[in-house]
């Protein structure tokens, strides 16, 4: 399954770095594109809880908003 999900601050290639290590490191996350200038997140997955990908987004101080 494929997500696109919008944030609030990501605002540079090292938060985007971030944001895709951390979702990346969620077991059933396949990858994971970030995109400071859309402020977006796509991320391709199965068997993964959507709440669990927002959290790793949110941890690295990325706000989920969609």
């Given at each position: 399954m494929q997500?696109?999900?919008?944030?609030?601050?990501?605002?540079?290639?090292?938060?985007?770095?971030?944001v895709d290590?951390?979702?990346?490191?969620?077991?059933?996350?396949?990858?994971?594109?970030?995109?400071?200038?859309?402020?977006?997140?796509?991320?391709?997955?199965?068997?993964?809880?959507?709440?669990?990908?927002?959290?790793?987004?949110?941890?690295?101080?990325?706000?989920?908003?969609?």
């Amino acid at each position: 399954m494929q997500k696109k999900i919008y944030v609030v601050g990501m605002f540079d290639a090292e938060t985007c770095a971030k944001v895709d290590a951390a979702v990346k490191a969620v077991a059933g996350v396949s990858n994971c594109v970030s995109n400071a200038e859309k402020s977006q997140v796509l991320v391709d997955f199965d068997g993964v809880d959507e709440q669990t990908i927002n959290a790793a987004i949110a941890s690295t101080g990325v706000e989920v908003i969609a």
